[in-house]
Nanobody, 123 residues
Framework: QLQFAESGGGLVQPGGSLRLSCVGS????????IAWFRQAPGKEQEGVSC????????YYVDSVKGRFTISMDNAKNTVYLQMNSLKPEDTAVYYC????????????????WGQGTRVTVSA
């Protein structure tokens, strides 16, 4: 059973930075994809970024390209989302999730989810 714990959210001013962490456990192979999703109030869930443990491919939604960077520390079973130049429209609850059989981004079925961490970008 895969499990995740997100951290790193908080309140930041526009233009600021945050780094989200997603610590996972229960992995038994290197065939999986980890993604960050977000859900803003009143909006549908959106895939933000993903990274493949298998082939290292990454993906970013257009609205965060050039501002967000996803990375993986395999030794720590942790995926990071470095978020720079934050905008009010980045305000949302951010979730990490795993496609446990994926080999490449953007992944397919995300069956395991964390509880989320809230990011608020406001002056």
């Amino acid at each position: 059973q895969l499990q995740f714990a997100e951290s790193g959210g908080g309140l930041v001013q526009p233009g600021g930075s945050l780094r989200l962490s997603c610590v996972g456990s229960g992995f038994t192979t290197d065939h999986y994809v980890i993604a960050w999703f977000r859900q803003a109030p009143g909006k549908e869930q959106e895939g933000v970024s993903c990274i493949s443990r298998y082939d290292g491919t990454t993906y970013y939604v257009d609205s965060v390209k050039g501002r967000f960077t996803i990375s993986m520390d395999n030794a720590k079973n942790t995926v990071y989302l470095q978020m720079n130049s934050l905008k009010p429209e980045d305000t949302a609850v951010y979730y990490c999730a795993a496609d446990p059989y994926g080999t490449s981004c953007p992944g397919d079925e995300y069956d395991y989810w964390g509880q989320g961490t809230r990011v608020t970008v406001s002056a």
